[in-house]
Structure formats: structure tokens, C-alpha cells
């Protein structure tokens, strides 16, 4: 069973401080890694796809890294509008629409 | 629409009453997903839906959940005789199967029975 383990629960920064999420997986031939944003009262928002160790992707203040085991979400300088939970989700190759999430880490940013 | 459509937005209900959950999804989006998710918990897999192909039912977690989808078009999520621990927000979303952007989901139902 593909298994996603996100961490910390919750973050809190200063406006400014940069910091990192963790997102551990096991799943049976990765196909991709989703990482997905969502404020409250609202829907998951897609943010990037991984598809090898070693790719990296980057949008504004984050970038996104994978290895064989895990993914980084790197939070560069945030802004309090970077606050929200941060979702990671793996697909496999033996089911591929299906995706198995994190329960998120939930980033707070005081200015 | 621009988006993937929910409705309704919030529903509380009395325990043992059927309730009914709507999504519209994007126009053209072959694949329609249902997700169940419970407060600090990810969001766990209920139903897949792709084109007029049998739909993937093994998310769905007892027998008093059923869903509809009509070819491309709306969905229906029904449960029947709910139960206090179907409380939680129900997504929506919808893709192109094979693109890969991921999903795009709607806001959700916040269901909750009392």
C-alpha cells in the first residue's frame, strides 16, 4: 500500500524565514510526486509535479526536490500570504490516476 | 465553467438521513475523482470516474455510499443513512486522465451530521 508521511504537522515562521517540509513515501513504481496547496475552506491547488530523483521545480518563493524516498518543499523568504497547508500526494505507475496524500503540514507566516 | 463546482457548500444533517452531493466538473475533463477528507487527516480516495468506462469503486468505504456520473457530465455523490462519522468535506475534482498537471478540485462539501 503506497504510504505518504508529511512533516511537521505545522510550521510557523517569521516573514523572512525560510524553512523546509518533508514529505516520506513508499510506493510501489513512482510515477509522480503532486504537491499541492490549500487555504482554508478551499479545494487543493496544484502547485508542481515531480517525476525522478533529482528533478527540481520552482514557482516564486518555493521549489521542490525529490529523492527515492522523500520530497523537500523549500519556503524561501515567505510572505504571510504563503500561508496555508501544504499537501503532498504520490501516483504509481500500476494506478495511474489515483492519488494517495499526506495529511499536510499547515504553514503560518507572521509579518 | 471555470472551475469545478460544488454544491452544496456546507449540509448538516440528522443522523440516519440520505444526503445527496453535487459536482460539476471542468467542461471536456474526462476523469472525475471523489476524495473524502476527515479534519488532520489526508485526503483519502473514494471514486474514479473515466468516461463511460466502469468506475473505480474501491475507495468507497461501506455500502451506503453509492455515485452517478452521467458520460462527461455532473456526479453525484449519495450517502445513505448517514452516520456521525461521515462528517468531514467532500472534493471533488476532475483532469484530463494522462495529463499531467494533476487534478483540479472543487471547495468541497462540508457535510455534517448530527
Known amino acids: 500500500e503506497d504510504q505518504v508521511t508529511q512533516s511537521p504537522e505545522a510550521l510557523r515562521l517569521q516573514e523572512g524565514e525560510s524553512s523546509s517540509l518533508n514529505c516520506s513515501y513508499t510506493v510501489s513504481g513512482l510515477r509522480g510526486l503532486f504537491w499541492y496547496r490549500q487555504d482554508p475552506g478551499k479545494g487543493p491547488e496544484f502547485l508542481f509535479t515531480?517525476?525522478?530523483a533529482g528533478e527540481e521545480k520552482e514557482k516564486e518563493r518555493l521549489k521542490a526536490t525529490l529523492t527515492k524516498k522523500e520530497s523537500f518543499l523549500h519556503i524561501t523568504a515567505p510572505k504571510p500570504e504563503d500561508s496555508a497547508t501544504y499537501l503532498c500526494a504520490v501516483q504509481a505507475h500500476y494506478n495511474d490516476y489515483k492519488l494517495s496524500f499526506g495529511a499536510g503540514t499547515t504553514v503560518t507566516v507572521r509579518a | 465553467g471555470a472551475g469545478v463546482s460544488q454544491s452544496p457548500s456546507n449540509k448538516v444533517t440528522e443522523k440516519g438521513k440520505d444526503v445527496e452531493l453535487r459536482c460539476d466538473p471542468i467542461s471536456g475533463h474526462t476523469a472525475l475523482y471523489w476524495y473524502r477528507q476527515r479534519l488532520g487527516q489526508g485526503l483519502e480516495f473514494l471514486i474514479y470516474f473515466q468516461g463511460n468506462s466502469a468506475p473505480d469503486k474501491s475507495g468507497l468505504p461501506s455500502d451506503r455510499f453509492s455515485a452517478e456520473r452521467t458520460g462527461e457530465s455532473v456526479s453525484t455523490l449519495t450517502i445513505q443513512r448517514t452516520q456521525q462519522e461521515d462528517s468531514a468535506v467532500y472534493l471533488c475534482?476532475?483532469?484530463?486522465?494522462?495529463?499531467?498537471?494533476?487534478?483540479?478540485f472543487g471547495s468541497g462539501t462540508r457535510l455534517t451530521v448530527v
Open positions: 475534482a476532475s483532469s484530463f486522465r494522462g495529463r499531467d498537471y494533476g487534478y483540479t
Open positions: 515531480l517525476y525522478s
